[in-house]
């Protein structure tokens, strides 16, 4: 089974489409992210919630949009896609935000906007 | 957001050889952690280190945890090819929770 499972694996779209990437953890973890990991591997947190709720909303375009419809679940949809909004994004999960718990992360979205 | 410094940024040895990976900050940490990441995958944790000064063992690997809880090291003993992949450590902050923050990730080649 797999712990932390994200759909599409490959997407590629053009410019100004609108996309979604789901996300599900059957660890039963509290706390579920979004990271972006762009060409040069750099890892960056997008958002984190807890229990559905959001807790971390980094400097992210507001054409980024997650949704947690319960806890096992976080979607992120995108608006009007851009060119640099090319990368890998990974979903994650840990048993609650607290500082020291393992980050199980999914096999990664790869987004290629055209 | 508290930086994390990875170095070197790419490293590539041959087998048998020893590397270490370092991982520098300004802002202490209430704990780090080291992923490997291998391509196509996502990170998946090796270690966690909590207690400044700490050392800990995986195999072939050994962590650090500077004193001040401010840096961290990974050395690999006599490498092999399945060590090659993407080292990333990760900082908690220090005053509250989430683990959140990365370096930019020490890319490792080992060859035949």
């Known amino acids: 089974d797999t712990a932390v499972s994200q759909t599409p694996k490959y997407l590629v779209t053009q410019m100004g489409n609108d996309k979604s990437i789901k996300c599900e953890q059957n660890?039963?973890?509290?706390?579920m992210y979004w990271y972006k990991q762009d060409s040069k591997k750099f890892l960056k947190i997008m958002f984190s919630?807890?229990?559905?709720?959001?807790?971390i909303n980094e400097t992210v375009p507001n054409r980024f949009s997650p949704k947690s419809p319960d806890k096992a679940h976080l979607n992120l949809h995108i608006n009007s896609l851009e060119l640099g909004d090319s990368a890998v994004y990974f979903c994650?999960?840990?048993?609650?935000?607290?500082?020291?718990?393992?980050?199980?992360f999914g096999e990664g979205s790869w987004l290629t906007v055209v | 957001t508290q930086l994390l410094e990875q170095s070197p940024q790419f490293l590539s040895i041959q087998e048998g050889e020893n590397l270490t990976v370092y991982c520098n900050s300004s802002?202490?940490?209430?704990?780090l952690q080291w992923y490997r990441q291998e391509p196509g995958e996502g990170p998946v944790l090796l270690v966690t280190?909590?207690?400044?000064?700490e050392v800990k063992k995986l195999k072939r690997l050994t962590f650090q945890f500077g004193d001040a809880r401010k840096d961290s090291s990974l050395h690999i003993t006599a490498a092999q090819t399945g060590d090659t992949g993407l080292y990333l450590c990760?900082?908690?902050?220090?005053?509250?929770?989430?683990?959140?923050?990365f370096g930019k990730g020490t890319s490792l080649l080992v060859t035949p």
């Open positions: 994650a999960s840990s048993q609650d935000g607290g500082s020291g718990n393992t980050i199980y």
């Open positions: 990760a900082g908690g902050p220090s005053n509250s929770g989430y683990a959140l923050n």
């Open positions: 280190v909590v207690t400044g000064g």
């Open positions: 802002s202490v940490f209430s704990s």
């Open positions: 919630y807890n229990n559905k709720e959001l807790i």
């Open positions: 660890l039963g973890h509290d706390t």
